[in-house]
């Protein structure tokens, strides 16, 4: 099973949630279609607005 970690942190003055995982182009092109995902330079990592109502999406979509 391939390990993918979500991490709320402060980005921009926004909370955000890091998607982090061991490079895996399947897992990349996965979280690359997410909507609303973007890649941080600064964290070197996936990141997205957190929001309590609809990140459960992104967390069933991560546990796939």
Not at 8 to 25: M, N, P, S, T, V
Not at 28 to 37: A, D, I, L, S
Request: aromatic share 12%; net charge positive; glycine share 4%.
């Amino acid at each position: 099973m391939k390990k993918v970690t979500l991490t709320k942190f402060l980005h921009r003055d926004q909370e955000q949630l890091g998607i982090a995982f061991a490079y895996d182009d399947e897992i990349r092109e996965h979280v690359k279609q997410m909507p609303q995902v973007l890649w941080s330079n600064t964290h070197k990592l996936f990141i997205f607005l957190f929001q309590r109502r609809t990140n459960n999406g992104y967390i069933a979509i991560c546990e796939k």
